[in-house]
């Protein structure tokens, strides 16, 4: 069974920098498509980031380029988000998630979370509040 497991949520100052981590059981995230999505209150969700494979190219989605970062410690098999200069649109559940690979291209953060639903997991999420 995979289990996704999603931490280091919390509060924190507009400015500030948090980091996420996911630890995963019963799959490696090496060779599968990984990446985080959030869900702010009354909002749909949004992808943050996403790569076709653990080595393939980073997607960032428009609202956090050149301040979210995303990363992977194989050894780990534990997926990262690192979030600098945060802002308060920035606040809301964070999600990670992994799936089976077959998808890529420029589109990829289009569709990245449709196949995540049909051919993935997700964690339970991890609150983050920015204040301002």
């Known amino acids: 069974e995979v289990q996704l497991v999603e931490s280091g949520g919390g509060l924190v100052q507009a400015g500030g920098s948090l980091r996420l981590s996911c630890a995963a059981s019963?799959?490696?995230?090496?060779?599968?498509?990984i990446g985080w999505f959030r869900q702010a209150p009354g909002k749909e969700r949004e992808v943050i980031s996403c790569s076709s494979s653990s080595a393939g190219t980073i997607h960032y989605g428009d609202p956090v380029k050149g301040r979210f970062t995303m990363s992977l410690d194989n050894a780990k098999n534990t997926l990262y988000l690192q979030m600098d200069s945060m802002k308060s649109d920035d606040t809301a559940v964070y999600y990670c998630?992994?799936?089976?690979?077959?998808?890529?291209?420029?589109?990829?953060?289009?569709?990245?979370?449709?196949?995540?639903?049909?051919?993935?997991?997700w964690g339970q999420g991890t609150q983050v509040t920015v204040s301002s």
């Open positions: 998630g992994v799936g089976v690979g077959g998808i890529s291209g420029p589109a990829l953060l289009t569709v990245w979370l449709q196949w995540i639903e049909r051919f993935g997991s």
């Open positions: 019963g799959i490696t995230f090496e060779g599968h498509t």
